[in-house]
Every structure is written in C-alpha cells, then in structure tokens.
C-alpha cells in the first residue's frame, strides 16, 4: 500500500439510480482493484428538491454521517471541501449542470451523453480551459483494464491492421407499456431516444478503437451515414443505425441501437453472436455480453492468415472480473489526472467528446430528431435546472 495516497473529495449532483451506483463504487476499497495511490472520499451530495433526500441517499449508500447533504445545485457546488463534482442528471440537463460546476470553480465528471450537442460541449470545454479546472465526460467503459488491454493489442498488431468495428446496444422492451411518453427514454424534454443513452456506447466502440488510436494528425471527422426510427408517441428515436467512414485510414465502424431488440444474448445461449466485433487483417476481437460493462473477449486468427502473414495468437476467450460494478475506475483516472494537474483525462480528451458529440449531431439532423429549444440552448443560466 502506498504510504500516501492521493485522496480526492466527491461532491455527488443528483440522487437517482445511477448516481447511487457510482456513489457505492466510490466506496469499494480501492486496493480490491490493486489501486493503491489514490483514495476516493464522498464528502457531499445535493438533491434538487430536498436536503432530506440527499440525506437518505448518503445514508442509502453507506456514506459516512459526517458528509453533508443540500437540497439544492448551488448549495454543492459553493462547498469548499469539495475537489471535483460527479452530474448524474438526466442528458438535458448537463449543459446548464456542468456550467454550474465551472462556473463555480469546481472539476467536473460529468455522465455521458456530455451534453445534448457539440455546441453545449464546446463552451463547457472552453471555460475549463479558461479556469484552468478539470473536465471529463463519465464513458466509463473507456477506463476498464479490459477495454485498455484491447487497445494494446491492436496497438501492437496482434490482428493485424484493423478495418471495421461492428458495436451494438439494444435491448428489448415493451416500449409503451413500460415506457409511455414521461419515461427519461423516450421524453424529448430530457433529450430521450437511445442515440444519447444507448448509441453513445456502440458509437464508444467505434471510436476508440478507429479514432482514439490514430494519431492527432489522422484524427479527421468521420462521414456519417444514418438511419432513424421514431417512436410515434414522442418522436425520439427507438431505433438508430450509423455507418462511419473514417477517411484517413479507411475504414469503417458500424454503430446500433434499439429498444424493441436486444442485442447481447436473447436466449442466454450466447447464439446471438457478439454485439461487439473488432476486425483486422489478422483476425478479430469478439467481446461479448453488455458492451457497457464487458467482462469477456475472445481472439479469434483469421484461417486466411496462414496463407501470407500468419496470425501472431491463437484462438483463446480471456474474462476479467470487476470487483464491484466497474465505475470506479473512471472515478480513479479523475483521481490521478487532479493528482498530476491535468485538465482533461487522454483516455478521453476533449477533442474526442466533441468529435462524438458533432456526430450525434449530425446523426439526429439526418434522421429529423431535434429536442426542445430550451434544453439545445447555450444560453445560461437557464430556469428549470
């Protein structure tokens, strides 16, 4: 154990379900993850509506009594003790949120999508540029030992030079039965549709792999071609499909979502293949079950790669196990990044965000989906948040 690990002081902005996951895995030991220079503390959380329900949602998560409970944004984010703020709030809200939290001089995680367009995204990013703070959009599938050790070895070649991503999310519900028109997934005032929950994954996969590991020069704007089905209730999209060509390397990544359609393992048999495929010359990676939160992959050599350059592995499926639901290491890479004075994390800069965040851009405006003026706005502030 480090004899002086860095602690870093979490402000938590909203209570609902995720905020309590990330909240709980703020407390899991970080030495269970062979993390030992740097300790999380929950000082703070902030309800919009009341100081008793941020109350019971510190106590709801074991933190410790000594933290204090608000029952308002402004309240948290004026609190001294406070090193950085996670935004749990729904999409719509994060702009006005984040802004907030800047404003105020804090660091911020803020949840995925960043915000509702490039545009919000750009201006959250220039002010921290401005104040010098810290700012990160919480993708944190992006920070799993899995997904690192993946991009090693393409890095290294192990399949060859890579020409295609496939990556889905989707699952399957009864839309209107159990969503209605009020659902955050499907309500356009909270920016609904499985583009910014759902598509931002698939979309994750792409890009860390066809874009992350390209140099800064090769680093262009994919040409984007889409499709969108509307759900007829809302006018969010319920089904979302994204071809991406990258032009400096040529090649292709293909993102899907849904929500009538699950994508993992409809029968628990594993027939349904992998929702993730990263292929190259030499073979292909296939990582299966939630594309969120993915314990398992397989290598897999190409049976044409004997026949030139053979394949440098042999076929094996590698599972990693997480000691908790996996949303502590992002939280972690906030740690050492505040712990060395950087203002955005390389595993997801802010030139990435943006980069996502003009494709889903561009995504929507070629399937029609636009959301409510106010929560697309960059005025601020902004009543309502």
Known sequence: MTSNPYTIRWGILATGGIAQTFTKDLLIDPATRNATDIRHSVVAAASSTSSDRAAQFLKDCGVSSTAKAYGS???????????????????????????????????????KAFTTNAAQAKILVQIAKEKGLFLMEAVWTRYFPLVRELQAKVQEGTIGDVKRVFADLSYRKDVEKEFGSEHRMVNMDLAGGVLLDLGIYSLTWVFQFLYHLQPLSQRQAPIVASSITKYEKTGCDEMTSIILTFPATNTHGIATSNIRQVSHDPDSNGTAGAPIRIQGTLGEIQVTGFSFRPTTYTLIPASSASQGS????KQETITHEIPGHGMFWEADECARCLRDGKQESEGLGWEESIAIMETMDEVRRQGGVRYPEKIESTEYPLEGF
């Open 73 to 111: 944004y402004k309240e948290l984010v004026i609190d001294p003790d406070i090193d950085i703020i996670y935004i749990a709030t729904p999409h719509s809200h994060h702009y006005q949120n984040a802004r907030l939290c800047l404003e105020a001089g804090k660091n911020v995680l803020c949840e």
């Open 310 to 313: 053979p394949a440098k592995f």
